[in-house]
């Protein structure tokens, strides 16, 4: 494979990520009657209810840090979850769930099995296809300048 084909593959396998991510977000966005997911994203994080810091948070959802506290800080404007210090550390601010948050997440929950989308992540193939992928990129080393 010459260089000019390679680099075309490569463009055609980024544009193809790209999609099948953004496909995803729309089916889970329709099931839940949102614009986006990321409230979804947020909510599914804390729903276990031990609180979770920015930087935890960032890592579940894959926002960065500017998106995630303009999105958290709407969350709090409508009432899905609040802040709170963090007891063993001051320093540290926690997002923890509220009531109407705990009770948003399992209507979304609910929407997105009744919606099918669970059938997606049960596929276990897809989903080992899509980790060896990941894990084969990250592997992957640039080659040096």
């Known amino acids: 494979m010459d260089d000019s084909t390679a680099l075309g593959a490569l463009d055609d396998l980024a544009r193809l ?9 729309r089916a889970i966005a329709g099931c839940l009657g949102e614009t986006s997911v990321g409230r979804w994203h947020v909510l599914h994080a ?21 998106t995630l506290t ?12 609040h802040r709170k210090v963090d007891d063993t550390d001051r320093r540290r601010v926690l997002v923890f769930p509220t009531r109407r ?3 948003t997440h399992r209507v979304m929950a609910e929407a997105l099995t009744t919606g099918g989308l669970t059938g997606l992540a049960g596929n276990a193939g897809l989903s080992k296809s ?11 080393e640039p080659a040096a300048l």
């Open 17 to 25: 990520v790209r999609r099948a991510s953004q496909e995803l977000d």
């Open 130 to 140: 899509l980790t060896a992928l990941v894990d084969r990129i990250s592997a992957t």
């Open 70 to 81: 303009r999105l958290i800080d709407a969350m709090i404007a409508d009432n899905l979850v």
């Open 46 to 66: 804390v729903a276990g209810g031990a609180g979770l810091s920015m930087s935890q948070l960032a890592d579940a959802t894959l926002l960065n840090a500017a």
């Open 101 to 103: 948050g705990v009770l």
